[in-house]
């Protein structure tokens, strides 16, 4: 589809973040005349727009040329683009092809064997064990796609990666229809996004698109204690490995008598090694060490497995996952940022090994937030609902579970959790929504927690 397009005429994309740059800058440097743009009116876009001008690619900051996108051989969206987006709209209803910046850089990596992980929760952390496990076994191995970096920036690089780790989200599945991986990851599935998605079902069948170009040679690694999960990739050609952390006939799973990871029967790391707070980090580790030993049988041998389980030990995780970022006057500070939707705040909350004031809220996602009721029941000392979602969050916790407002701002939040918490306790920023109420994005969340945290040490 690219090399056609590419011959055929104008490739416009959609967006000017760091991944509508990339994918511009690589369609140019494959011959191809490009069109980018982006309704954005701010400084960053127009800077973006300038640059990729400077570089003889023609862009607009600020509109779209409608017009120039309805007579294009292909539009490219960027991540962030929804569906209803007018660009994307128009470029529909003339009738040309929509794919997203992740089919552009697969296209220009093509040959180069990858792990795709997608699910509900887990696949960055996934994604970047990954990525670092692969590394210990000597490949030149790169993390790319949702995590950070876009797959169209690995592959502007000059020397081309032996592995990559591929994070994926629905919407980037939505868009890229070559999607073959050599490995193909589902951590778990639940209710997201439902402010993009009608339905759990639609969300839901974005994500079978992992399977789309199942062969017979595929490999699958499914989370074998998530029905929803199991459920999506039963008719999918390949073969299918499970991780569990309570089936002793997964191929990976914690063992409780040994307190230790097992792959393949035999036990690879105790649990107690492991860096990473909570159970789902457990399945986490257990999804990452299963999918490299799969991909390749020289990751199995004794050698390898020595390798795997020191890498394992030397993992230190992500910025905004379960991320300690301060332990001052006996308090632990933990920012969960990334924890975006109700599920994975559960999991964020259920980790908790001491009393726990939580912050939740931001701009609600459409999920109500009485199923936190049970696990909020059992580990926090008080809620703290904020943001947009703040009537909505007391209105579905209140009565069950110790619950005040937060206030006007983030620092008001933070200045009633340092005076509900005492030494012993924790502060948990889980905020099961999305940021966009107060920030840009969640790491500027994040990092806000962060320094508000340190600068009352």
């Given at each position: 589809?690219?090399?056609?397009?590419?011959?055929?005429?104008?490739?416009?994309?959609?967006?000017?973040?760091?991944?509508?740059?990339?994918?511009?800058?690589?369609?140019?440097?494959?011959?191809?005349?490009?069109?980018?743009?982006?309704?954005?009116?701010?400084?960053?876009?127009?800077?973006?727009?300038?640059?990729?001008?400077?570089?003889?690619?023609?862009?607009?900051?600020?509109?779209?040329?409608?017009?120039?996108?309805?007579?294009?051989?292909?539009?490219?969206?960027?991540?962030?683009?929804?569906?209803?987006?007018?660009?994307?709209?128009?470029?529909?209803?003339?009738?040309?092809?929509?794919?997203?910046?992740?089919?552009?850089?697969?296209?220009?990596?093509?040959?180069?064997?990858?792990?795709?992980?997608?699910?509900?929760?887990?696949?960055?952390?996934?994604?970047?064990?990954?990525?670092?496990?692969?590394?210990?076994?000597?490949?030149?191995?790169?993390?790319?796609?949702?995590?950070?970096?876009?797959?169209?920036?690995?592959?502007?690089?000059?020397?081309?990666?032996?592995?990559?780790?591929?994070?994926?989200?629905?919407?980037?599945?939505?868009?890229?229809?070559?999607?073959?991986?050599?490995?193909?990851?589902?951590?778990?599935?639940?209710?997201?996004?439902?402010?993009?998605?009608?339905?759990?079902?639609?969300?839901?069948?974005?994500?079978?698109?992992?399977?789309?170009?199942?062969?017979?040679?595929?490999?699958?690694?499914?989370?074998?204690?998530?029905?929803?999960?199991?459920?999506?990739?039963?008719?999918?050609?390949?073969?299918?490995?499970?991780?569990?952390?309570?089936?002793?006939?997964?191929?990976?799973?914690?063992?409780?008598?040994?307190?230790?990871?097992?792959?393949?029967?035999?036990?690879?790391?105790?649990?107690?090694?492991?860096?990473?707070?909570?159970?789902?980090?457990?399945?986490?580790?257990?999804?990452?060490?299963?999918?490299?030993?799969?991909?390749?049988?020289?990751?199995?041998?004794?050698?390898?497995?020595?390798?795997?389980?020191?890498?394992?030990?030397?993992?230190?995780?992500?910025?905004?996952?379960?991320?300690?970022?301060?332990?001052?006057?006996?308090?632990?500070?933990?920012?969960?940022?990334?924890?975006?939707?109700?599920?994975?705040?559960?999991?964020?909350?259920?980790?908790?090994?001491?009393?726990?004031?939580?912050?939740?809220?931001?701009?609600?996602?459409?999920?109500?937030?009485?199923?936190?009721?049970?696990?909020?029941?059992?580990?926090?000392?008080?809620?703290?609902?904020?943001?947009?979602?703040?009537?909505?969050?007391?209105g579905d916790l209140q009565g069950h579970v110790p619950i005040e407002r937060g206030g006007s701002s983030f620092e008001d939040?933070?200045?009633?959790?340092?005076?509900?918490?005492?030494?012993?306790?924790?502060?948990?920023?889980?905020?099961?929504?999305?940021?966009?109420?107060?920030?840009?994005?969640?790491?500027?969340?994040?990092?806000?927690?962060?320094?508000?945290?340190?600068?009352?040490?």
């Open positions: 589809m690219i090399d056609a397009a590419l011959r055929r005429g104008e490739v416009a994309v959609i967006g000017l973040g760091r991944s509508g740059i990339a994918a511009a800058r690589l369609l140019a440097r494959e011959g191809g005349r490009v069109y980018a743009s982006d309704a954005g009116a701010g400084e960053g876009v127009a800077q973006a727009a300038a640059t990729l001008r400077a570089a003889g690619i023609a862009a607009d900051a600020g509109t779209h040329d409608l017009a120039r996108i309805r007579g294009a051989a292909l539009v490219v969206a960027s991540p962030g683009v929804p569906p209803t987006a007018p660009p994307l709209v128009t470029a529909r209803e003339a009738g040309v092809p929509v794919v997203g910046e992740v089919e552009v850089a697969l296209h220009a990596l093509r040959g180069v064997p990858y792990v795709a992980i997608t699910g509900t929760n887990g696949k960055s952390t996934v994604t970047a064990l990954v990525a670092h496990l692969l590394s210990a076994l000597g490949h030149r191995a790169v993390a790319g796609g949702n995590i950070g970096r876009a797959l169209s920036d690995i592959a502007l690089a000059g020397d081309r990666p032996d592995w990559i780790a591929l994070e994926m989200s629905s919407f980037q599945l939505h868009d890229t229809p070559s999607i073959r991986p050599t490995v193909g990851v589902l951590t778990n599935l639940s209710p997201d996004h439902l402010d993009r998605y009608p339905s759990v079902e639609a969300y839901y069948a974005d994500k079978a698109l992992l399977y789309r170009n199942a062969a017979p040679d595929s490999r699958w690694i499914v989370n074998a204690d998530d029905t929803p999960a199991l459920d999506l990739g039963v008719m999918a050609q390949g073969t299918r490995w499970g991780f569990s952390r309570r089936d002793p006939s997964a191929a990976a799973h914690y063992e409780a008598l040994r307190d230790a990871l097992v792959l393949f029967k035999t036990p690879l790391v105790t649990r107690g090694v492991l860096p990473l707070l909570g159970w789902h980090n457990v399945e986490n580790t257990l999804a990452a060490l299963l999918a490299v030993m799969v991909a390749d049988s020289a990751h199995q041998t004794p050698d390898a497995r020595a390798a795997l389980a020191a890498a394992v030990q030397s993992f230190r995780g992500l910025p905004h996952r379960l991320e300690i970022v301060s332990n001052a006057g006996g308090v632990r500070w933990i920012n969960d940022s990334k924890a975006t939707n109700v599920s994975s705040a559960r999991v964020a909350i259920e980790s908790m090994d001491r009393p726990a004031v939580v912050l939740i809220g931001g701009k609600h996602k459409g999920e109500p937030y009485t199923s936190l009721i049970a696990p909020l029941a059992a580990h926090s000392k008080l809620v703290i609902a904020y943001g947009e979602a703040e009537p909505l969050v007391v939040v933070m200045q009633r959790a340092r005076a509900a918490a005492s030494p012993g306790d924790a502060v948990l920023l889980a905020p099961a929504c999305s940021s966009f109420d107060m920030f840009t994005n969640y790491e500027v969340r994040g990092n806000e927690f962060r320094r508000l945290a340190q600068a009352g040490a």
